[in-house]
């Protein structure tokens, strides 16, 4: 069985829209704009990147990332190499770039859950706020990967539903705290 991984920056009261810079959002950029830039955050993003057999995304996450992904090379070897999946009612394989590997689409969370059944290593879930609510009211997630920023956005996109449930338990298997106000928290989901 496959483990399914969030990864997300989020500020403290929980949005991930627009960590970097983005036009129509007027708080984009937050991870990068008025935070000292510490290495030592980052290196869960590397090492999710070599631990990964496949990317996951959402239609809208997809339509950012495809455009600009496969020409950043030193920053998304692995990324770009590996299989990918788009959970998208609407995409047609019209829709996908040639460049950018092997790419599925998926209709449905039904078909999520078929590939978790599958073989196969950690399938990472980047941007994409909406499949991450949708899949973590669904049951499926397996994991969260949170650098949480010392920030309260207000408005934006979330990572959590606010659908009615009955509460999950997630159990934190990692943490740490840098210096410049950055939390690093993982956690697994106790199903």
Not at 43 to 67: N, T, V
Not at 70 to 82: D, V
């Amino acid at each position: 069985m496959r483990t399914l991984i969030y990864t997300a920056f989020v500020s403290v009261d929980g949005v991930v829209q627009a960590p970097g810079p983005e036009p129509d959002y007027p708080n984009g950029g937050w991870t990068f704009q008025g935070i000292d830039f510490l290495e030592e955050v980052y290196e869960l993003k590397a090492r999710e990147q070599e631990e990964a057999s496949a990317l996951m995304l959402g239609r809208a996450s997809y339509q950012a990332f495809a455009p600009v992904w496969p020409s950043m090379t030193e920053e998304f070897p692995k990324y770009n190499a590996m299989p990918k999946y788009v959970v998208s009612t609407t995409l047609t394989d019209a829709d996908l770039v040639d460049n950018w590997g092997e790419t599925t689409i998926l209709r449905s969370f039904d078909d999520v859950a078929r590939l978790k059944e599958t073989d196969g290593g950690p399938i990472s879930i980047h941007g994409s706020a909406s499949l991450a609510r949708g899949l973590g009211d669904a049951g499926l997630l397996d994991r969260y990967h949170l650098l949480v920023f010392p920030w309260v956005l207000g408005a934006g996109k979330r990572m959590w539903s606010e659908t009615d449930k009955e509460r999950q338990r997630l159990e934190l298997v990692e943490s740490a705290s840098y210096a410049n106000g950055v939390q690093k928290l993982c956690y697994q989901v106790v199903h």
